[in-house]
């Protein structure tokens, strides 16, 4: 299949211009697009040389202050954003340990800051099921090109997938991502995972005293969403995905606005299986789309 | 709040959020050839992320966490730096920096 994009381009390509992100990682070529060819080639030298103290195998401390060298400043992100979602956690009137036992427990960064709204106005549990649901659906994406099979204990890999946000996609699963060792994907992942976990908790407990008076603040998110966005449209510029987006949310705002995000996204998956048909439709020969009933209808509204 | 009300919802969240990362690796040689999979995979993220983040423009609106200004002179930088470094941690504090700069000058 074709790999999806990262949602976050601008990270990767970040990490991919630093010159140690290939040195710290001799022999092994850069990786390009096509997932198995490269898993391959990086995986083969830790199934051929399994000897514990070669060169190859560097130590636990060496892993980490290349790791730190490569993405310490997505750590470091990490830490901020965790803080800006513990200060919104504590303005909401939640509890202080909501923000950190969330950010570790469900580890979404887009859901996570939806399910403080829905707390906040005290949704039924089956709202935040389904928000959950469909905000997090990407997720099921991600599994599709990451290189889990890198990581060789039980644990780790358990860990690796519960711990499979999206920037840890971005930055290791993604096309043109580094090629990391299993190892180093485990402490990427726990590196993404604490910094937040820690960060929540600063913003929590000290947060609202220490930026809780400054307006402004909760744009971060706000910024993060656009950058995301604009990654997204750089990485795969469908017209038709951005019109029927547009237009999900237009119509959501009309039927639900409290219910925005969840709407929006239920026109939109139904406005994007119903593409996918009448693309398979129009690619059949000697089938007219005229003779398919109601479908062709709604797909060239979402055509356009 | 309820603190069981709480847990429950991170719970359920959590549990959601972990069976879907972990249901592509479960069906992985399954979904290979799926031509409706392959459509959603190359559709959908960039239409999630444009909702997202037109409501999470619509949000700031709604709460009116400062003037309009701000906001908009905050997206704008976001915007300008994100099209001229492609760094998303520089974009991002460079509009929010502005946005915070000019809500406490106003």
Do not use: K
Request: glycine share 10%; charged share 10%; hydrophobic share 55%.
């Amino acid at each position: 299949m074709r790999a999806n994009r990262p949602i976050i381009v601008g990270m990767s390509e970040t990490l991919s211009a630093r010159p140690d992100v290939s040195a710290s990682l001799p022999g092994i070529p850069t990786p390009r697009f096509g997932g198995p060819r490269r898993d391959a080639q990086v995986a083969a030298p830790g199934r051929t040389h399994p000897q514990p103290h070669q060169r190859r195998v560097p130590a636990f401390g060496a892993d980490l202050a290349a790791l730190a060298r490569q993405i310490g400043a997505v750590w470091a992100g990490f830490l901020a954003v965790g803080a800006g979602y513990g200060v919104l956690v504590s303005s909401a009137g939640l509890p202080w340990w909501f923000a950190p036992v969330s950010a570790l427990v469900v580890f979404a960064g887009s859901a996570e800051f939806l399910l403080i709204g829905l707390l906040a106005a005290a949704a039924p549990i089956g709202a935040i099921a389904l928000t959950t649901l469909l905000v997090n659906s990407r997720h099921v994406l991600y599994g599709l090109s990451f290189p889990l099979h890198r990581i060789r204990s039980r644990a780790g890999r358990l860990y690796s997938v519960y711990t499979l946000c999206d920037e840890a996609y971005a930055l290791a699963g993604g096309p043109g991502s580094p090629a990391l060792s299993g190892r180093r994907l485990v402490l990427l992942q726990a590196g993404l995972h604490l910094s937040a976990g820690v960060g929540a908790l600063l913003g929590s407990v000290a947060g609202s005293s220490l930026l809780g008076g400054v307006a402004g603040l909760d744009f971060v998110m706000v910024a993060l969403f656009v950058v995301i966005a604009m990654d997204a449209w750089s990485a795969n510029r469908d017209r038709v995905v951005l019109a029927v987006s547009l237009g999900a949310v237009a119509v959501a705002w009309v039927l639900a606005p409290g219910q925005l995000v969840l709407v929006a996204l239920v026109l939109l998956a139904a406005a994007l299986v119903s593409r996918h048909h009448v693309q398979r439709i129009r690619r059949r020969p000697g089938s007219p789309a005229a003779v398919c009933g109601p479908e062709p209808t709604t797909g060239a509204r979402a055509q356009t | 709040m309820d603190t069981g009300y709480l847990l429950l919802a991170v719970g359920v969240a959590a549990l959601i959020t972990a069976g879907l990362r972990a249901l592509p690796f479960a069906i992985r040689h399954r979904l290979g050839d799926s031509e409706l999979m392959d459509d959603l995979a190359r559709w959908m993220p960039l239409g999630i992320v444009v909702v997202l983040a037109v409501h999470a423009l619509a949000n700031i609106g709604h709460t009116g966490a400062g003037e309009a200004l701000p906001t908009v002179a905050g997206v704008a930088v976001t915007v300008v730096m994100h099209l001229w470094r492609r760094n998303l941690l520089l974009s991002v504090f460079s509009g929010t920096a502005v946005c915070v700069l000019l809500a406490a000058l106003a």
